[in-house]
């Protein structure tokens, strides 16, 4: 396996693992936000950079 194929693979891998979380997260009953309300968060983080 060539180090780009390894390095893909990795990345794929840490992709699967944080979707995991964020899915047993929303199970547990984590607040989860809109896609409105998150891009509301991200127009106001733009603002304070």
């Known amino acids: 396996m060539?180090?780009?194929?390894?390095?893909k693979r990795e990345q794929t891998l840490q992709l699967h693992a944080n979707v995991l979380q964020?899915?047993?997260?929303?199970?547990?009953?984590?607040?989860?936000?809109s896609v409105s309300e998150a891009r509301k968060q991200l127009r106001e983080r733009m603002k304070n950079v």
Do not use: K, N, V
């Open 2 to 7: 060539s180090i780009d194929a390894f390095e």
């Open 22 to 33: 964020a899915e047993q997260e929303r199970i547990d009953g984590a607040p989860t936000l």
